[in-house]
């Protein structure tokens, strides 16, 4: 298969968490009205979804390590199609509790399994570049996602978002079924037994310079996902938006994600992966600093106010592609296991931050500002101790062979 044509299909597996997270935010007060809820309940919607996907990012790689990352793929679309038709006809609160869990429980098996087959068919600079380049075309996704569902909230209900997110899902299982190889042969693949896995679990968790690089990818996102968990706050009450102007927040979130990626594909061949890490994270800390000193001495509006969640997505996607594959390659020899760990870990945060972190700071753009800085210098504070332990560490033959 074409490097292009497989950066579109892993593009489009990894977006699809995305749309079913971003794809509803508009349709909240609406949600909470249809079932008589709260604002704080109606972001369980969001939490339960998280902590799902998080959950369920621990086995998708091993999975497809034993069984291949096709047909894993193909179950996790299935999986999802139901959760999303589910949801859009729920009959109460619990029960869309229930499908949104179902959707989180199988959203992520694309975005860690596609990293998987990156690297069983590329390595190094070739990696990386790919890696950026689906994280271009992922950043479509919450720049569209939140539009199309404010478009659909008006015009058909909160209902339709849902629909929509199963449409799309048919769509990704089709082009999967017809285009996406198995990257994984058959005689590489490891046998499926659940006491070595779970070892081969703890172990990687106790490698020091794995679980803190993974945590500094969690943190660099989370200062991002801050703002995503916060939106219906962040554009209805703060900035006082109707449903059909999210576009204001995520239309510059995306366009720095994508120009941040696309730099970082295009010095892959050029600068060490660990320079453009530097640079990203220098990037996130000055907006950080910058996202303070605005809302300290002024009001948030647009367009001033999204400025610097534009240029901190730009940051966090130049560094993140060589963040990525140097937390994967400290484990060559089982890339789907550390894939699953690296992104369980970025997903609990992400949930946390929505069901938790969230709801203190969404009435306030200066807390947000601070929250996105804390974020920021957890992620420094743990890439240079991961760093440090890597440099004295060695990262080979600490998985067992299963």
């Known amino acids: 298969m074409k490097a292009r044509k497989l950066t579109l299909v892993l593009a489009g597996l990894a977006m699809l968490g995305p749309f079913a997270t971003d794809t509803f935010l508009p349709s909240f007060p609406a949600i909470g009205t249809h079932f008589d809820v709260s ?69 992520g098996a694309g975005r860690v399994i596609g990293q998987a087959i990156v690297r069983d068919t590329l390595s190094g600079a070739a990696a990386q570049k790919m890696l950026a380049n689906i994280m271009m075309v992922f950043g479509i996704a919450p720049a569209i996602a939140p539009i199309i569902g404010g478009w659909l909230h008006v015009a058909y209900g909160w209902q339709s978002t849902f629909v929509f997110t199963f449409s799309v899902t048919v769509l990704l299982a ?25 070892r081969n679990y703890w172990l990687a968790l106790r490698h020091r310079a794995f679980l803190l690089r993974s945590l500094a990818v969690a943190f660099a996102f989370g200062g991002f996902a801050l703002y995503i968990a916060s939106a219906p706050h962040f554009i209805l009450e703060l900035l006082r938006l109707p449903e059909t102007a999210f576009g204001w927040m995520f239309i510059p979130m995306v366009a720095g994600l994508v120009l941040g990626s696309a730099l970082s594909g295009k010095l892959a061949h050029a600068v060490k992966s660990t320079v453009l890490v530097r640079w990203g994270l220098l990037a996130m800390a000055a907006t950080g600093a910058l996202n303070i000193a605005y809302n300290h001495w002024f009001a948030a509006s647009i367009p001033f106010a999204v400025v610097p969640v534009m240029l901190y997505a730009f940051g966090m996607s130049l560094a993140l592609p060589g963040m990525t594959m140097s937390t994967l390659d ?73």
């Open 39 to 107: 604002s704080v309940l109606v972001q369980q919607t969001l939490s339960v979804y998280l902590a799902a996907y998080a959950f369920m990012t621990l086995f998708y790689g091993t999975l497809s390590d034993s069984f291949g990352r096709r047909p894993v793929i193909l179950a996790s679309l299935l999986i999802f199609a139901v959760g999303s038709i589910g949801a859009a006809f729920a009959p109460s609160f619990g029960w869309l509790l229930f499908f949104r869990g179902m959707q989180g429980a199988s959203a």
């Open 174 to 198: 089709l082009a999967c079924l017809k285009g996406l190889p198995e990257s994984l042969a058959v005689e590489q693949r490891q046998p499926f037994h659940p006491g070595n896995i779970a």
């Open 330 to 402: 400290i484990f060559p020899q089982m890339r789907g296991l550390a894939a699953s760990l690296q992104n369980f870990v970025q997903m609990l945060v992400f949930a946390l931050v929505s069901g938790f972190v969230a709801p203190l700071l969404f009435d306030s753009a200066f807390k947000l500002a601070l929250g996105q800085a804390s974020a920021v210098a957890l992620a420094a504070v743990f890439w240079w101790l991961g760093s440090r332990q890597g440099a004295g560490q060695g990262v080979t033959g600490v998985i067992e062979t299963i």
